[in-house]
């Protein structure tokens, strides 16, 4: 689906907010929900869940007296316990008491809970979105399905100008002389690409029903535009997917890697470039930018890019995923979040990357409202990153996150009794103080980076 064609109605500011919007709440949803649900098993009462602050819009109370909500400021939502006033407001020493007089409601507090309830019903919510994340990895695996070993083409994408002598069913042996490797073996793939001709149209070797056959086709990687990268030089410009690149400084190209190539030797220069849209010529003036990438290796390098991914000139053929295979694959690609986020921290606090590769509220909607645009499958798969990077981040060791209340259940753990009330009430306004300034410094990478 593509949700391009909406634009229009809401326009670009609404479309952003209504695409922030819709992917940061799905996110908190769940993670309160695990809050919710986990806590509910262990013995606490959970009294309101609400989506969003501020004024209240809408709420039901349910058959076990919890009260569903919806505010007005969709910026968040939170899960109140019961006797979570009284452990704001520091009255835990009179709730404590008031076990004598009732234990049992003792019992369904927060705080009266044990602490393997308290435990769980906090790390519940982080746990929950990396879940979230997994099945929706595993989703879009299933969706796309398993591309088959061998380069057998499942659809065709036509491009400007070329004829193209491929059929759907093909098996591509070889193109432009240049012998087709498995593609289990990236390396042996991308010295395969690396090694083709730069040249408009290529001759490929096919087995076509059981006989080779020699037909004639379009560079395998034309200077087609698949995705463009949010918030980059082509975003800014207004390049979009499905655009063919025809000349890069009025001279032509054949494939993307000759726009990749003539990028690089900007070194930030712009260029001009040329394109098809819808049979329309236009015209647009990319300047690179220097930007960080991760490497296999767990490091960065920087480059200059413009912010566009090419494709292709077909489809893989593929097959039908199992499901245990695929959320198998959705673990990893958490995993892997997880690991990337940690690398990119390391490498800020090192000096080695710029502290700009750090995103706040205005670049996220930004990026949501720019996939929304471009593909639904983007966009989800936006919602499954986000939702790994906001369950880590609430596991840091900051108190008002879960990963601090986990910090102090495991003081309590240790020592057998809970941390200082006043040193924690001092904690946690720090920890307020840390959220904000992290904010604050990411809201300033975004307007000014």
Not at 171 to 185: C, F, M, N, Q, T
Not at 206 to 232: C, K, M, W, Y
Not at 252 to 267: G, N, T
Not at 293 to 306: C, I, M, S
Request: one cysteine or more; a negative charge.
């Amino acid at each position: 689906m593509d949700l391009a064609a909406l634009l229009p109605q809401f326009g670009g500011l609404a479309f952003t907010i209504v695409a922030f919007i819709g992917a940061i709440s799905v996110i908190v949803a769940v993670h309160e929900y695990g809050h919710y649900i986990v806590g509910r098993w262990s013995g606490i009462f959970p009294e309101v869940f609400s989506l969003g602050f501020g004024p209240v819009l809408w709420s039901r109370v349910d058959k076990r007296g919890t009260r569903w909500q919806i505010a007005a400021i969709p910026m968040g939502g939170f899960v109140k316990f019961l006797g979570d006033a009284d452990a704001a407001s520091g009255k835990d020493a009179e709730a404590m008491a008031a076990a004598e007089q009732d234990p049992e409601r003792l019992r369904k507090t927060m705080h009266g809970a044990p602490l393997w309830a308290r435990a769980a019903t906090v790390a519940a919510g982080p746990v929950f979105n990396f879940v979230l994340s997994a099945f929706i990895f595993a989703g879009l695996f299933m969706w796309q399905g398993k591309p088959v070993e061998d380069m057998i083409v499942g659809g065709l994408k036509p491009v400007p100008g070329v004829e193209n002598g491929l059929e759907v069913g093909d098996e591509i042996l070889s193109v432009g002389g240049v012998a087709v490797p498995k593609r289990g073996d990236p390396l042996a793939w991308q010295t395969f690409e690396k090694s083709l001709p730069d040249e408009t149209v290529l001759t490929y070797v096919v087995d076509r029903n059981g006989q080779d056959r020699e037909v004639r086709g379009p560079h395998i990687r034309p200077a087609f535009v698949s995705l463009v990268t949010p918030r980059g030089a082509a975003d800014d410009v207004g390049m979009a997917p499905g655009d063919f690149i025809t000349h890069v400084d009025g001279a032509p190209i054949a494939s993307f890697d000759a726009l990749r190539e003539a990028v690089f030797e900007s070194e930030g220069r712009p260029i001009l470039v040329d394109v098809l849209r819808d049979g329309k010529e236009l015209q647009f003036a990319l300047a690179a930018r220097r930007t960080d990438l991760p490497t296999a290796d767990g490091g960065f390098e920087t480059r200059w890019l413009v912010g566009l991914q090419g494709g292709l000139m077909f489809d893989f053929a593929t097959e039908p995923m199992a499901p245990w295979r695929a959320l198998g694959l959705g673990a990893i690609s958490v995993w892997s979040t997880i690991e990337g986020t940690f690398s990119g921290i390391s490498h800020m606090v090192s000096g080695q990357i710029s502290t700009c590769n750090l995103s706040g509220p205005i670049g996220i909607a930004e990026t949501s409202g720019s996939l929304a645009g471009q593909s639904l499958i983007n966009y989800i798969g936006l919602i499954a990153a986000l939702s790994t990077a906001i369950g880590l981040i609430n596991l840091f060791p900051v108190p008002i996150l879960d990963g601090g209340h986990l910090m102090f259940f495991a003081y309590e753990a240790i020592t057998g009794r809970q941390p200082n009330q006043k040193v924690m009430q001092a904690l946690m306004a720090l920890g307020v103080v840390m959220v904000l300034s992290l904010m604050v410094f990411s809201i300033g990478n975004d307007l000014f980076c």
